[in-house]
């Protein structure tokens, strides 16, 4: 009989401690835990954002992507996204999103402008306007403070010189003990241009995509810059004039490419974060 008493003592404790451990670990993950997903598309770019109340998918996605992506997010079991912001608005670059507006609810897009579009374009536009989506246009300087963490978009400005159709938005994520900054494919004109904010551009982790990397990685702008982590978003192969330009200003610099880690992971809960890949990286320059 006391061996029943002990053994039915024994389950009630394991069985309250097991309802503590989840229910403490589900407060913390609700109040905390931020996520970052680097995702590894055939030919587009794209970045999603979760948190606790919070979607946000940015970037750009072909048609060749619409599967993959669909795949992920239902992967991840997300139904609703509450900001889509298509960093290049053209039929190449957008029409992988198609899908996304089809299978669920989408509260609200951001394109960096509404000049020129072409026709496939508009009609992704028209589609997300029947479904009630609401449609703005980027400007610079417009701030999203979320939760422990602000979402800042340092382009395009409003005042730039550049024309309307040529504007891209850059993008800058702040957390309570690390920042990341989204750079696309840059000429000359845009790095002047935003350097005219170099107080702004310091981040801890600069994700980047497209070509002129030798714009990117040039010594004075990785010295505004200061990243101890560069995330390559495209799906090609890292140059290794790249890497010897990273290394050169900083050997201690960490290297990320989607192309072959796979999807790359950022998340945290408080002041804790960290990076997962399904491989890691390992750089030698001969």
Known sequence: MKKIKRYFIFLCLVFIFLIMYVYINNILKIKYQTEIHFLKLPTGDCTLIKSMNRVILIGEAGKKDKKHLSQYLNKQKIEHITELIITYPNKDKAIGFSSILQEMKVDSIYLPH?????????????????????????????????????????????????????????????????????????????????????KDLRADILKVSGHNGEILFAKDFLDVVKPKTIIFGDAGKVKESEMRAIYEWNANTKILSIENEGDIIFYGKGNKYNITTKRMMNIRIQ
């Not at 610079?140 to 409003?158: A, E």
Request: aromatic residues 6%.
């Open 114 to 198: 509404i000049a020129d579009l072409d026709s496939d374009t508009k009609e992704l536009l028209k589609i997300a306007k029947d479904k009630e989506t609401l449609i703005y246009q980027i400007k610079g300087k417009d701030k999203w403070t979320i939760n422990n963490w602000t979402l800042l978009f340092l382009r395009p400005s409003i005042n730039s010189t550049i024309p309307e159709s040529e504007r891209k938005p850059i993008i800058k994520l702040n957390l309570p003990q690390n920042s990341i900054l989204w750079l696309p494919s840059m000429n000359e004109m845009d790095q002047k241009d935003l350097l005219l904010d170099s």
